[in-house]
């Protein structure tokens, strides 16, 4: 019989809608521990390949025969095999094209405001967290934080009919591969840096890319919008927040929703915790009603009605525990911050490398790098 497959787009789709589906992962249990696909109601289970090789009703006493089941493996091929043995048993069940390899390749553009003065687009990518940004006015954009895919990119300002005129990354990221460089030249743009993350923090070695320098408070045009650019050091010495219109916070790794930015994936949390309050103190004086749009997020618990990862400052400041930690005061928030941090994962120093043209990654060794999902917050924004 024919397999029935699904794409991770309609996946994203039914997890959007917020559909009841249970996700069968037979992956082994460590890859499936470090990552998995998320959503309000979705249900994960874990039932290993060879469990299913020696015993095709393997998964018997978990499933009902009323639930949509989608098999996951890493590239689809074992999920088709198991997809056939469950559907042999009467099961509604999907196998996922392109496996957990094509999750988290895929990408998805949202709208966070579309006017006559001003677009602003959040381009998520689910499986790692990972959010980015384009903002557009007058047929002109300006692409903030672009990850690694950059044909997502090519291919969603050409639909828009947007003509990019430069490329901004708010730090030097640790977790994922930016491909700001890489869309910047091939657009002829310039992309641009704080030259405070034009040098590896750990390495202590310049960057071998080609930047602009960000100054502080500089300000780009795209159209009709304005963007300042915001130095707030403390998750790394060159991290900045672009403020649009004076409406629109892209808060990169400072503020999450849920969280706030660890300050020690330059290897130096102790010094950068002071100063990361000192930053984040200042962002606090915004108007409430400013519009916060975080480089991450946690959970796709997050997301509002609309798909968005997004809220009101002011919101956030009774709601998120870090901030609250701010308004404690210095002594208060240093020690909170540096007995909240997550485990150091190891390939954050080579992510690093690769963003600052020290280390080349070939597309194998990069999706190797980028494996689970983003480490930026504090260990809070992670628990169950």
């Known amino acids: 019989m024919s397999i029935k497959t699904i794409t991770v787009e309609k996946l ?122 384009v903002i557009a006015s007058r047929d002109e954009a300006i692409i903030v934080d672009p990850l ?65 320098m960000v100054q502080p408070n500089q300000e780009f045009k795209v159209g009709s919008t304005r963007i300042k650019a915001l130095h707030i050091p403390g998750h790394t010495l060159g991290n900045i927040t672009y403020l649009i219109n004076d409406r629109y916070l892209l808060s990169g790794d400072s503020i999450f929703l849920q969280s706030i930015a660890r300050p020690d994936l330059g290897g130096k949390g102790e010094t950068w915790a002071p100063v990361h309050y000192e930053s984040l103190k200042r962002l606090l004086e915004l108007p409430d009603e400013t519009v916060v749009l975080p480089g991450h997020f946690s959970s796709p618990h997050e997301a509002d009605e609309n798909g968005l990862y997004t809220g009101t400052l002011g919101e956030l400041k009774q709601s998120n525990d870090g901030l609250r930690k701010v308004q404690e005061g210095k002594e208060a928030f240093v020690q909170y911050i540096l007995s909240s941090l997550p485990t150091f994962p190891p390939q954050y120093v080579d992510i690093k490398r690769v963003n600052a043209g020290l280390l080349q990654a070939d597309e194998d060794k990069a999706s190797e790098l980028e494996l689970g999902r983003n480490i930026c917050a504090l260990s809070q924004a992670y628990d169950d």
Not at 112 to 132: F, H, K, M, N, T
Not at 192 to 211: F, K, Q, T, V
Request: charged share 25%; net charge negative; hydrophobic share 35%.
């Open 148 to 212: 690694r895919h950059i044909d997502r990119y090519l291919q969603f300002v050409k639909e828009k009919g947007l003509k990019v005129v430069s490329v901004l990354d708010t730090h030097g990221h640790a977790d994922h591969i930016s491909g700001g460089p890489a869309l910047a030249k091939e657009l002829d743009v310039p992309y641009y840096l704080h030259p405070y993350d034009g040098i590896h923090p750990i390495d202590m070695l310049p960057a071998g890319i080609s930047y602009e």
């Open 12 to 133: 994203q789709d039914k997890i959007a809608d917020g559909e009841n589906l249970l996700i069968l992962d037979v992956r082994n249990p460590e890859d499936f521990q470090n990552w998995k696909i998320e959503g309000k109601n979705v249900q994960n289970l874990n039932i290993p390949y060879f469990d299913f090789l020696d015993n095709e009703k393997a998964a018997e006493s978990h499933l009902s025969k009323e639930t949509e089941v989608v098999v996951v493996c890493v590239k689809g091929g074992s999920s088709e095999m198991v997809a056939e043995m469950l559907a042999d048993q009467g099961y509604d069940v999907f196998s996922l094209e392109g496996g957990m390899q094509a999750w988290g390749d895929f990408y998805t553009f949202q709208p966070v405001v579309e006017d006559s003065d001003i677009s602003l687009y959040q381009g998520i990518r689910p499986a790692r967290g990972c959010l980015s940004y």
